[in-house]
């Protein structure tokens, strides 16, 4: 945990360091940047993937979450660390670029095209393929969001593990409160291994506690629940309650 912190200070440090320039002027003209970027550590006390609904690994994890978004398309790249077992499935790698079709003031459509890459003996394992996330969000008002995201891995080097995945969630954000309800099925459709599984899932966080100019940090705690699972040797009925520590840099 101590290294942990460490990792989360100097990243601060080295942000708060990068953002100041001595031409900088009360009076110059803002101008809106052509591209964002932003990162999110974070640290619990067991390894999760949240498009997924599951405890991967009841070990300590470490993950990384970065965007760069432009106008017209968006990356991302998500890092997950077992910090106790490199060889546990918490070790793998997502990129993915994305691009926003925004229907209306409320619904909008995000396509991800990219990578899983399977990390538990080198960069990219067997079962490292293109997948693929499609994102639909409803801002049903400021405060609540509904979404759907479908997940297909394994589409093209091994077809024979392609899998699909379907995530419902409710979203509710308000000052430094963010709570998100969401299930999660893992469905037959495309399967060649006919595995199936659902789970849901509660987040409560406490978020957006200002450190700096651009940096903020949260905590929360997530409650997991694998309702039902036909293949337990490969997604086993794991369920818990575990807790985050997180920091967000911009």
């Given at each position: 945990m101590k290294r942990v912190l460490l990792v989360l200070l100097l990243l601060a440090l080295f942000n708060e360091v990068n953002s100041f320039s001595p031409g900088d002027s009360t009076k110059s003209v803002k101008k809106e940047p052509r591209s964002k970027s932003a990162l999110t550590v974070r640290t619990h006390n067991a390894g999760y993937f949240a498009f997924t609904t599951r405890i991967i690994s009841t070990n300590p994890a470490l993950d990384f979450f970065y965007t760069y978004d432009r106008k017209k398309w968006g990356f991302m790249s998500f890092k997950a660390f077992d910090l106790y077992d490199h060889t546990t499935s918490n070790n793998f790698m997502l990129m993915m670029f994305r691009k926003?079709?925004?229907?209306?003031?409320?619904l909008t459509i995000t396509p991800h095209i990219g990578t899983i890459l399977e990390q538990t003996n080198s960069f990219a394992d067997k079962g490292s393929d293109i997948s693929s996330i499609i994102i639909t969000s409803?801002?049903?008002?400021?405060?609540?969001?509904?979404?759907?995201?479908?997940?297909?891995?394994?589409?093209?080097?091994?077809?024979?593990?392609?899998?699909?995945?379907n995530r419902l969630r409710f979203l509710y954000s308000k000052k430094h409160l963010d709570v998100t309800l969401q299930a999660c099925h893992n469905n037959k459709v495309i399967d060649h291994d006919n595995?199936?599984?659902?789970?849901?899932?509660?987040?409560?966080?406490?978020?957006?506690?200002k450190i700096s100019n651009h940096v903020s940090m949260g905590t929360g705690a997530t409650g997991l629940l694998m309702a039902y699972s036909n293949t337990p040797s490969e997604y086993p009925k794991t369920n818990g309650v575990f807790f985050s520590l997180l920091a967000y840099i911009h």
């Open positions: 926003t079709f925004r229907l209306n003031n409320r409803y801002k049903i008002s400021n405060s609540l969001t509904i979404d759907h995201t479908a997940i297909l891995g394994n589409l093209v080097i091994e077809p024979m593990s392609r899998d699909w995945f595995s199936e599984y659902f789970s849901t899932g509660l987040h409560v966080f406490y978020n957006r506690v």
